[in-house]
């Protein structure tokens, strides 16, 4: 009988076939999910689509054009408002957002029928927009041209278990011979 809760400080991962679950790709699914989940923050969730169990999150930073420090409390309070309605459009979740005067952070939990461009392109958009509708004088005052942000963003892929928890689970594999 091997312990199925194994501590995140064990040297070595368990493999599915540790567990007596060889050739079970639900339940190999299900095991990995259970290391990934025990590793993590407790307030991240898998969520389910019809064929699959994803655990997707990406930081996003865009920033303001020419790095012009447009941004009050009020303005980020607007586009917290609206980047999180774009996000429920994609069927995501924006579970962080902050800035500062010329940049913003997202935090956006997604599925994995939507693409990271195609959110960023209807967040930037719709933002942009929205925004310049408002007419907020520091905005109108230092930006010119219909552009709120540089064309230009980070883009980076986080959560679940570390590059190395990952790899050292995927080389214990069984190989056949």
């Not at 010119?144 to 540089?150: I, P, Q």
């Not at 963003?153 to 990952?166: K, P, T």
């Amino acid at each position: 009988h091997t312990n199925r809760t194994p501590p995140a400080w064990r040297e070595r991962t368990l493999s599915c076939s540790e567990v007596g679950q060889r050739r079970n790709l639900k339940a190999c699914l299900a095991f990995m999910s259970f290391i990934i989940l025990g590793l993590m923050d407790k307030s991240m969730e898998l969520r389910h689509g019809r064929h699959c169990v994803f655990l997707m999150h990406v930081h996003l930073v865009f920033v303001t054009k020419y790095r012009r420090g447009v941004f009050s409390k009020e303005i980020l309070e607007d586009l917290h408002a609206i980047f999180a309605s774009v996000c429920h459009d994609f069927e995501a979740t924006l579970v962080e957002f902050d800035g500062e005067d010329d940049h913003v952070h997202l935090l956006v939990h997604y599925p994995p029928k939507v693409s990271v461009s195609a959110l960023v392109n209807s967040l930037k958009g719709v933002s942009s927009r929205l925004i310049r509708k408002k007419k907020y004088p520091q905005i109108q005052k230092k930006l010119w041209g219909g552009s709120l942000w540089s064309p230009s963003y980070f883009a980076g892929s986080c959560g679940g278990a570390s590059i190395e928890i990952i790899r050292q689970y995927i080389e214990q594999q069984q190989t056949p011979h």
